[in-house]
């Protein structure tokens, strides 16, 4: 657990009808779903409520690229969503590749015998929790944080 950073830490899986939201204990021994924020203009000061209950480190927000890794016109909307984020919570914000999250998200709920239908509510938690597992068992595994960091020009944009 060599260079980990000690903290709590938020995932955010930013949709276009619904925000889910994860989080991890101080050790980043395992992410939890938190709750789906419904996507609209209280997403963002709902999620800085949340931040307030557990004082995190900083968000962990996906970015959908492609399977290429090319921006799409979701990763923009995330991106611009991460950016207000930071700038309303005045917390770092991290965009991090969730490439699939999703994807397992919908598998893991499936095996467990839930339908699609029926994990509609619930899913983008799920995902926000995959891809937070994912940014923490990174940093532990090579010392780095995943993704990279909101820059001051984006933040502004």
Not at 11 to 16: F, L, N, S, T, Y
Not at 66 to 94: C, K, W, Y
Not at 118 to 137: E, F, G, T, W, Y
Request: proline fraction near 6%; aromatic fraction near 2%.
């Amino acid at each position: 657990m060599s260079g980990f950073r000690r903290g709590v830490r938020l995932g955010i899986d930013v949709g276009r009808a619904r925000v889910g939201v994860a989080r991890c204990d101080p050790d980043g021994m395992l992410a939890v779903p938190v709750e789906t924020v419904p996507r609209n203009d209280a997403s963002i000061d709902r999620l800085v409520q949340i931040a307030g209950e557990y004082d995190p480190l900083e968000f962990v927000v996906g970015l959908p690229v492609n399977m290429q890794g090319a921006d799409t016109p979701s990763t923009t909307d995330a991106r611009e969503f991460a950016a207000a984020l930071q700038a309303r919570s005045g917390l770092p914000v991290r965009l991090v590749d969730e490439r699939l999250s999703t994807v397992s998200a919908h598998a893991a709920l499936r095996s467990s015998g839930r339908s699609q239908k029926n994990s509609r509510s619930i899913v983008d938690q799920v995902a926000a929790v995959v891809l937070l597992q994912q940014a923490i068992d990174m940093e532990k595994s090579t010392g780095n944080p995943a993704g990279a960091t909101i820059s001051p020009d984006e933040e502004h944009a």
